[in-house]
């Protein structure tokens, strides 16, 4: 367990009590979560099971455990939501868990606490597109360039920057950055077509234009007006994770105004976290007087792109696909948005391809946003996990509804050296249209 950062006592874990106050169930221990949960799963404690977390976190409410008694557990937890869909009480596991956490944030910056995630990867990088787009681009010439031999090989890196070079060996292999902003000046025309507003995100913009640009592709060829108004940005779920409420306030706010323009056109969202981030407005602004009604409004037009195609009929595909598929459910996207089938009916409806199973498809590949990164022997165990599942599968293709598990599916199939690609189901619904 993680040692307090001081000897005083924690502050009130405010937060959580109030996120108790509003919960109209509490956890009757019926044990439905266990097999559900990674966490608990791989290491067999009940303290690392939603129920045994949801016990010290009451316990922290009612002021019988402290923050730092806890904070472990807290930030263990993948927040893959699986024990949401599990519990048969209806808890909303991700209100107890983001508030505890917003509740230890707190705690640890007013005991003096680093804020490096914060400064560096939340604010120094999600919110600023260009300096983002450059990173992915220096580590895209790193791994070209020979530069990646000469200093890993040497042991270099790791001696000169230990931090960059662990986050150098979590990459997966990356294709050269699509400028995918090209496809658009097509799907942007045509007078009396619906629009469709894009969210382009952060990491999705910078490192999978691929999958920008297919999406852009299969909504033009379905009628759609592509849109990108100006002001829709990070979607501040990475920041919520990390306990930064103001900040994931502050962002929902200006991604609210930024559409409240074109009220007629649906949000498409092709990343499952930050759809789920998005559909979750409505209760993340619910106590500001002045947001809560245009946040529910606008978490009522968010759709993940599968959830709109498979709504409406498409537009015959022109080519075969000819792949074995296996489709791995993104935890945002099955457990926080119920998508489940759409994916499915989506990929099963492509000319030629065939959809095949994959065992423990809804369960967590270990990404789960900046866990990976914070949690790597966990995260590398489950990973191994998914992988083993994967090979079994005789898939060709894995196909998932996520950057963060598009990236930590690349970098599994390379590390045991799988033949598999890796793709989002809408790259290959773009390729059935030729």
Known sequence: MTAPLSASPAPPAAHLAQAMARSASLCIKCGFCLPSCPTYRETGQEASSPRGRLELMYGTAQGRLTLAEIRHQLWFCLGCLACETACPSGIRFREMLEAGRIDDAEARLAAGGPARLRGLLLDGLLLRPGRLRAVVWALYLFRVSGLRRVLGGAGLLRLLWPSLARLERGAPPLGRPRPWRRALPAATAGAGRPAAILLAGCVMDAAFGEVHAATVKVLDANGYAVRLPEGLGCCGALHLHAGELARAQALARGNIAACEAREDAPIVVNAAGCGAALKNYGALLADDPDWAERARRFSARVQDVCELLAARELAPPTRQVPLRVAYDDPCHLVHAQGIRE??????????????????????????????????????????????????????DVVASGNPGCLWQLRLGVARVGLRVRVAHPVELLAEAYG
């Open 342 to 395: 759409q994916p499915r009916r989506l990929l099963a409806g492509i000319p030629g391809l065939t959809l095949v199973p994959l065992a423990e498809a809804d369960w967590c590949c270990g990404s789960a946003g900046s866990y990976s990164l914070l949690q790597p022997e966990m995260a590398a165990r489950l990973l191994a996990r998914k992988m083993r599942h994967l090979a079994a599968s005789g898939a």
